[in-house]
């Protein structure tokens, strides 16, 4: 095998009473990445495609070849490799994107390599990835994007990630308003003490949230989808979302939050017909204020990052 | 009918990370509660057994008769019903003592009547009777009692309460010291705020130990059983508790935590032997204090309250 080209999916991280230990990923919308063996030794981003020239092509920047960069020196591999990276996320979303191509970037890797490592143990090389990304080694993104489903990120310290069950007939539609924000910021307007009585609110929602996903309780699963920690000082940063959350519970969705930091907002349904209608509807709000807005629809993807080609 | 007389266990609430919204139930261990139509009209608490004379025989203090006159104002029943009461349980312990009365109560009226209510819809009034007996209407030591297994408590604005699964296997041992805690004192130890931080991770060990539980992990359910919120408070109430934790952790015990407001410790074992194990451990420790202890090794019970005999 001389080239092998791997996808990794969009997912959805801070999954609302989730906030830093739950992410999901969906399907379809993701990035891919080509690797492939060079007679030059180490490691070179040959191309990128799709990021209107944003991304950084130094090894040591960009997120593809710093996740296959750690993963080469753990298997003290000498040799040469090409990486060619396609973009299918736009960046600063609150999609996952980074995590998207350090994890496409690993799955091709191991795959080019014969697959001398099992698919959870790429996890850590996409967290120090993650950390040259966002300042911080989360696992939120690139737990699920690699795993599939919704994962579970219970502790760093030992790392302890569990992927959850996800019920049938979940679908999830992700709007992406056309402006940026900065995850420091979105950091920033969090409070560092919480009251107690909203720690144990949070604490049943989340655990709400699990059994819903277990049982495949659709109603417990949407009463359960309520973020009293970061939603409430993050929100205010999305104009339009208090309306958008009102909106598409009416119209029959589960319920919603901000994905990662923002400013796209996830909105979970029970079915397909349900998460075109909120769609339609998250528009409107959008195009109303003046904003363009990216709409997406999808199921919850369950197998992570995969090969798709390979010659 | 003319007689009933029903069973409930006792319970262990604030299960660790599941502070203040998980709670389950045991076997065995519980109160008896004997109902009888009455030829004059009204409520009326007849006899009490096994309480050393603790309990008052006042209708509207005594949890069973609030619970049960609750319930027949709900139904406006007019006719007579005595009620007996059998302690099996100590009180002040932390093992859900006030609510096995109320809940055994409620179970054997109900039949008495001819089961007009819906075994969750009783839940309502047991919570009335915890209201008088603890000063606040807490739902987990009633919901498990009621309904067995792992319950959660998920809100109480609207109540939303939810069966979680119980893993084969799974074994419970009651270390309670002969000391008295009083629940008033041991919320007042608690901190009102919470570093965001600490939030955090309650989060992640709750929503693992949910995980635990339905994927029926042991080793999730003991990296879980965690809490950071409650427990570096109340522990110090507790002489040997740091001590118990630790030696039953080495002894193959998943974990530990105080039950409901102390001083009973409950310990989690993934079997029947190594409950036993840590019940001799803890009694040593306790022993070694110059304290008596009562032990009650026992699986996890999944009916909740029941009928034992009707006439």
Redesign the interface.
Known sequence: MKKVTAFAPATVANVS??????GFAVEELGDRVTVTFSEEPGLKVTKIEGDQGRLPYDVDKNTCSVAVKAMLEKLDFQGGIEIHLTKGLPLGSGMGSSAASSVAALEATNRLLGNPLDKKDLLPFAMIAEGVACGAPHADNVAPSLLGGFV????YDPL?V?K??VPNGLYCTLVHPHFELNTADSRSV???????K??????????????GL??E?MG?IS??LQDV?AEPSRAVLIPGYEEIKEAIKEAGALGCGISGSGPTTFILSPSREIAHKVSDISQEVFNKMGLEVDLYVSAVNIRGAYVINEE
Do not use: E, K
């Open positions: 009473c989730g906030f830093d230990i739950l579970l990120v219970r502790s302890d569990t959850l069950h969090l409070r560092q003490q919480v009251p107690l909203d720690a144990i609110i949070q604490s049943g929602n989340i655990a709400g949230l699990v059994a277990f049982q309780d417990l009463r359960s920690i």
